[in-house]
Structures are given as C-alpha cells and as structure tokens.
C-alpha cells in the first residue's frame, strides 16, 4: 500500500482591502519578516507536508523577493479571482505528485500564529476520518440575528463554532468538491464545497491565538501572540 502524503496549500492571491494599506496584507511586516513568510515557514517548522503549494496573483511583485518563495518545498500556483479558485489552481499544481487518497491541509496566508501543535492535533483527530475536517473555535459570545439595526433573534450559541485554518480534507475529494462547486459564491471556505456534496466535515478545537490578519489592529495582537508563543 502506498504511503499517504501530505500537501498543504496556501491562497495568497488577495489584497485586503480591509487593511487600507499599501501592499496586499500577507506582505506586511511581522516580526522581522512579512505576514506570509511567517506563515509559511509555521508550515514548514511542523514537518509533516510534502510541499506547499501557494498560489499568487499574476501581477504580484513581492512574491519572487521572499526568501521562502525559493524553498525546495514550495511550489508557486497561479491565483484565481476567488479564494477556491486559488486552491482549486494550488491542488491542480500537485497533480503530477499527489494522490486522491492523500490529505491536504489548506490554511489562510493571513494566519500566521498558528502552532505546530495545532497542526499535528488535526491531523491526528482526523487521519482515520473519511470526510476530513477543521480547525473551528466554540462561540463564547451571545450571538443575534439581525434585519438591518434590529434584532430578530439570539441564536443558540452552543451549536455555532468560528472557522479556523488549516482546513483538512483528502486530495481527489477536495479537488472534485470544488470543481462542482466552481463559480458557486457560497464556497466561503473549503468545508462548505464538501457539504455541497452532501459530506458533513469534523470540527476539531483549534487555539484562540490562531488569528487572522483582516484588520490593521490585528497585527499588533499577531505580534503580542507571536511573543508570547516562543
């Protein structure tokens, strides 16, 4: 039997526009390096992935600049217009080595606190799973349905989680999820092209401090939580 690999694959097509910056977001500075190196090499310190194929715009100056672009173990990937179509392409730049029977764990380029613990617990909760899953974090705060500025209804926080990354899902059946799923608008994140197709993914607790970059203050608390994590 062959082994099962492992690949990870990370979109870093977009701008941000949320951060009202000069430069797409995973190119800003944190702690001595940009947001998406930092990602990068939190991936590579885990030692566990085949390669990590990270799909970039066409018109993206800053990516050939960084060091890590040039790693044995990073494959470049075009970016698409929406984020699945940027893993669709990622997963599509592994085909020559990566089987359907093998997992690829999808994570953010603008969450670089994340720990290698966080990324040996997924894998572990869910290497026997026949579906795959995600990292998520349980709701702590009373949550409201609203129409406008008005309230219609709390709803049930027990039952709602937070999504995090990585995302962790079989190759062939990630790929052929989101190649059904193509042009779909509702695909927000990986685990809802599964559900597309009627699979129901595990939630499996991740760590509060796996944060992603969406605002300017955001990076200060990446940076505190980079510190406290050494």
Same mark, same amino acid.
């Given at each position: 039997m062959t082994q099962v690999k492992i690949w990870a694959v990370v979109p870093a097509a977009g701008v941000g526009k949320r951060m009202q910056a000069d430069r797409p977001k995973q190119y800003l $500075?944190?702690?001595g390096k940009t947001v998406l190196e930092q990602t990068i090499n939190r991936l590579l310190q885990a030692?566990?992935? =085949? *390669? &990590? !194929?990270? !799909? &970039?715009?066409? +018109? %993206? $100056?800053?990516?050939p600049e960084l060091e890590c672009s040039k790693h044995?173990?990073?494959v470049t990937a075009a970016g698409g217009k929406e984020r699945a179509d940027s893993v669709l392409s990622a997963l599509k730049s592994l085909t020559e080595r990566a089987s359907d029977n093998d997992w690829v764990l999808?994570? #953010? !380029? *603008?969450r670089p606190c994340l720990t290698s613990a966080d990324i040996h617990y997924l &894998?572990?909760?869910l290497k026997d799973d026949a579906v795959g899953g995600i990292l998520a974090l349980? =709701?702590? %705060?009373?949550?409201?349905?609203? +129409?406008g500025i008005n309230i219609t209804e709390t709803i049930d926080r027990s039952v709602i989680w937070r999504v995090l990354t990585p995302q962790m899902f079989r190759y062939g059946m990630l790929k052929s999820a989101l190649e059904a799923a193509e042009g779909n608008s509702v695909i927000? #994140? +990986? !685990?809802? *092209?599964l559900?597309? /197709?009627?699979? /129901? $993914?595990? &939630?499996v607790e991740g760590r509060p401090d796996n944060i992603k970059i969406t605002r300017p203050e955001d990076l200060a608390l990446a940076q505190f939580y980079m510190e406290q994590q050494q």
């Amino acid at each position: 039997m062959t082994q099962v690999k492992i690949w990870a694959v990370v979109p870093a097509a977009g701008v941000g526009k949320r951060m009202q910056a000069d430069r797409p977001k995973q190119y800003l $500075p944190l702690v001595g390096k940009t947001v998406l190196e930092q990602t990068i090499n939190r991936l590579l310190q885990a030692d566990v992935f =085949s *390669a &990590i !194929a990270v !799909a &970039i715009s066409k +018109e %993206d $100056p800053y990516w050939p600049e960084l060091e890590c672009s040039k790693h044995k173990k990073v494959v470049t990937a075009a970016g698409g217009k929406e984020r699945a179509d940027s893993v669709l392409s990622a997963l599509k730049s592994l085909t020559e080595r990566a089987s359907d029977n093998d997992w690829v764990l999808v994570h #953010d !380029a *603008a969450r670089p606190c994340l720990t290698s613990a966080d990324i040996h617990y997924l &894998i572990g909760s869910l290497k026997d799973d026949a579906v795959g899953g995600i990292l998520a974090l349980s =709701s702590h %705060d009373t949550l409201k349905n609203v +129409e406008g500025i008005n309230i219609t209804e709390t709803i049930d926080r027990s039952v709602i989680w937070r999504v995090l990354t990585p995302q962790m899902f079989r190759y062939g059946m990630l790929k052929s999820a989101l190649e059904a799923a193509e042009g779909n608008s509702v695909i927000t #994140d +990986e !685990a809802s *092209a599964l559900e597309m /197709q009627g699979l /129901q $993914p595990k &939630i499996v607790e991740g760590r509060p401090d796996n944060i992603k970059i969406t605002r300017p203050e955001d990076l200060a608390l990446a940076q505190f939580y980079m510190e406290q994590q050494q």
